[in-house]
């Protein structure tokens, strides 16, 4: 009896230690992660998001597998934070379709932790799985990265994955059609507008995304520029491109716009005015 009860107080010990170390990693990199309420600077933050990347993956690997809430948040942070490391600051190809690849594992992770999801994917296959998951953030990181990483490995892009990221998307718009920043619908125009009619693209459809992502929220300037570049351009229509880069401008000079979304927003307006000097049918927008 006394030994039994030394193994249950030990095990309780260890599931406390693993729980204030776990926690604490987490809450340091949160701490580092975050970007609103102080100060932004774009130069400057890619120091604290890599840092913040290495403590939640050092967070993971003390957290116990039955502690799925926890594991779940830790790797929808960690696809977040990869994707958005290739984006604003990697540049070599090698790089960024690595951190593509860390951030689609990681967001399929969290997809999995759900058991209705694995069994869907067992039974039905994997896109069935995407078509029916409920995780509306894990979905939208994990078509997000992949989608990016299918750019760098066309073979898995023509087997069906391009489909995949059509199937996240799709579902992530029915589940929360809001998150961040109207992003599933800004994700799905940008989908269809640049990929071919016979890997699921349709221009034409792509517009009604993007109106509405700026409709959820009008503070995301990248909702307009995406609009402008992916939609407006190709389709000839210099005065629907030059009024959304306008709009995106003027957005940005105020400051508590831009700093709804201090990453995406500065991303954003860095192509702003590159585009401006370059509208469909020549000349720069006044």
Avoid at 263 to 271: F, G, I, S, V
Wanted: aromatic content about 12%.
């Amino acid at each position: 009896m006394k030994r039994s009860l030394t193994l249950v107080c030990c095990a309780v010990l260890g599931q406390l230690a693993w729980g204030q170390a776990g926690l604490d990693l987490v809450s340091a990199g949160d701490a580092l992660y975050n970007r609103w309420g102080v100060p932004f600077e774009l130069a400057t933050y890619r120091a604290q998001l890599t840092q913040a990347l290495e403590l939640w993956e050092r967070a993971l690997d003390v957290i116990p597998a039955e502690e799925t809430q926890v594991r779940d948040q830790v790797l929808v942070r960690l696809s977040r934070g990869y994707f958005e490391l290739a984006e604003a600051y990697l540049a070599v190809p090698k790089e960024k379709e690595e951190a593509y690849r860390k951030g689609k594992d990681y967001a399929l992770a969290a997809l999995r932790l759900d058991p209705e999801f694995a069994r869907i994917e067992k039974e039905q296959g994997h896109r069935a799985a995407l078509s029916q998951a409920s995780h509306a953030a894990a979905l939208f990181w994990y078509g997000n990265n992949l989608g990016r990483w299918l750019s760098y490995n066309w073979f898995q892009a023509l087997a069906g994955g391009t489909r995949d990221v059509l199937a996240c998307f799709t579902r992530a718009v029915e589940l929360d059609e809001a998150y961040w920043g109207g992003g599933p619908r800004r994700a799905l125009g940008n989908f269809l507008a640049q990929t071919p009619g016979f890997l699921g693209g349709d221009l034409d459809a792509a517009a009604w995304e993007f109106a509405r992502a700026i409709e959820l929220d009008p503070n995301f300037i990248q909702n307009y520029v995406d609009y402008a570049e992916v939609y407006a351009k190709p389709r000839g229509d210099r005065a629907l491109y030059c009024q959304l880069l306008g709009r995106a401008a003027e957005l940005a000079a105020q400051e508590a716009v831009f700093t709804a979304w201090p990453l995406y927003n500065a991303l954003a307006l860095a192509r702003v005015d590159k585009l401006m000097a370059s509208p469909p049918g020549g000349g720069a927008c006044k």
